[in-house]
């Protein structure tokens, strides 16, 4: 039973992050304005990164680690909006 609790939060976590992703993309298609695009494609890769936990920690043996690949697409997520802001505040 201690096992279950664990793989439902990071399913949650995943199942949130996708669905912030999805609605600011929408919204960004609907609007144009960019500072949604670059938030909407952060969430994407930090929901990428949830299902990488999910499939490292609960999928995969204790052998086999994705701990680089998930620490890679973190970083890509916090880099993208930066970047976004940095990107926008020129203009």
């Known amino acids: 039973m201690q096992d279950v609790f ?3 939060v990071y399913l949650l976590c995943f ?6 992703g999805i609605l ?12 949604l695009m670059w938030s909407a494609t952060c969430f994407l890769l930090l929901a990428l990164n949830n299902l990488l936990v999910v ?3 609960v999928v995969l043996p204790t052998a086999v680690t994705l701990q680089l690949p998930r620490v890679a697409v973190s970083l ?11 990107w926008d505040m020129e203009e």
């Open 24 to 35: 600011l993309w929408r919204n960004y298609r609907r609007t144009g304005a960019r500072l």
């Open 6 to 8: 664990p793989t439902a």
């Open 55 to 57: 499939i490292d920690l």
């Open 76 to 86: 890509a997520a916090v880099a993208v909006l930066l970047f976004g802001f940095i």
């Open 15 to 20: 199942a949130t992050s996708s669905a912030c």
